[in-house]
């Protein structure tokens, strides 16, 4: 049975809050262009509202989940080839050194950064045209359709957690890790589509930009500390899922 492992499920969610100012910078034209663009009986409504960007971020997070368990899978055959102890080690100085640099360029020192976003370039360019015609959003089901086209729009943050999964042992916990960071960055998303202008306003601040990444680079330090054996599936108490008692 399935046993959801808290350290990355909680180091998931942290980094997808420590990620909000990314997510307001990429997304938050996006889903602020998506709710001026509602019928002013919904936009000037906001509970309507309120709505509509939910089901955007639905839609979002559907689509993460399942680059999750892609990667979750990715990770478990790879590990499985070149030994599950050394592979895990690698990739744990990967995320790591990803989650420095993201934390670097959020705080404004490493702007370069934003260049790995190009990867998903070519994805992005087949999907791009499939969301523009579900523009205008009319209809609830039709924003959570837009939202799974929005997510995977080229992000070095989600690229960062992708690779965070393939460290999962599986499927099922990549799908949870990217869950949990995409939950993580809800708040700022739903509040960016509901007060869209105080949020810009903020996340404009120097001083607020380099306190998100400090404490980024901060997280990814710590990160290299965890016992290796915690981030094992199985390993750590967790929730577990089935009904069955866990035994080692």
Known sequence: MFEINYTLTIGAILIGLASSIHCVGMCGGIIGALSYSLPPETRDNNLKRFGYVTAYN???????????????????????????????????????????????????????????????????????????????????????LYGCIWGWLPCSLVYTMLIISTTSGGATQGMVSMLAFGLGTLPSMITT???????????????????????????????????????????????EIGGHEHHH
Not at 91 to 115: D, E, S
Not at 208 to 229: Q, T, Y
Request: positive net charge; aromatic residues 10%; glycine residues 12%.
């Open 193 to 239: 589509g509901i007060f869209a202008q105080l949020v810009k306003r903020l996340t404009r601040k120097p001083d607020v930009r380099m306190w998100i990444g400090i404490s980024l680079i901060a997280m990814a330090i710590a990160s290299l500390f965890i016992p290796h054996e915690w981030l094992m599936p199985g390993s750590v108490p967790g929730i």
């Open 58 to 144: 639905l839609g979002r997070l559907f689509s993460y989940a399942a680059m999750g368990m892609l990667a979750g899978l990715l990770g478990a055959e790879v590990f499985g080839l070149v030994g599950s102890g050394s592979g895990h080690f690698v990739m744990r100085l990967l995320a790591a050194l990803l989650i420095i640099l993201t934390g670097l360029y959020l705080a404004g020192w490493f702007p370069q950064f934003a260049r790995s976003e190009r990867v998903g370039e070519l994805l992005w360019s087949r999907l791009a045209p499939i969301g523009q015609r579900l523009i205008p959003v009319k209809s609830i089901p039709q924003g959570f």
